[in-house]
């Protein structure tokens, strides 16, 4: 089991920067792939990015790659996604998700276990 609180979401304007932090509580933390999924308004959820249990295999949506960077410190129980180069079209709640298992996996469907959410909103 692991519980997941995210934090760092607020409005920022396009171009901008904005680091997001996930704080995980469970003793296994590290035998976990943790992922940074989000859900624009009236939209499904959709995958951003993941990290392997080492932090050594990340995935990012094609949407984000180059601009946002996931990373975790395993010592502290901690995942952050930085994101650069706001645009507007990045502007949901997103969601820190946890998954059992080596795979770095993309598909919603596949995380085990969600935080609450923190909202992002990106103006132009």
């Known amino acids: 089991q692991v519980q997941l609180v995210e934090s760092g979401g607020g409005l920022v304007q396009a171009g901008g920067s904005l680091r997001l932090s996930c704080a995980a509580s469970?003793?296994?933390?590290?035998?976990?792939?943790m992922g940074w999924l989000r859900q624009a308004p009236g939209k499904g959820r959709e995958f951003v990015a993941a990290?392997?249990?080492?932090?050594?295999?990340?995935r990012y949506a094609d949407s984000v790659k180059g601009r946002f960077t996931i990373s975790r410190d395993n010592a502290n129980y901690t995942v952050h996604l930085q994101m650069s180069s706001l645009k507007p079209e990045d502007t949901a709640v997103y969601f820190c998700?946890?998954?059992?298992?080596?795979?770095?996996?993309?598909?919603?469907?596949?995380?085990?276990?969600w935080g609450q959410g923190t909202q992002v909103t990106v103006s132009s």
């Open positions: 990290v392997s249990w080492s932090g050594g295999s990340t």
């Open positions: 469970g003793r296994t933390f590290s035998r976990y792939t």
């Open positions: 998700a946890a998954r059992a298992g080596m795979a770095v996996v993309s598909p919603p469907e596949d995380y085990e276990f």
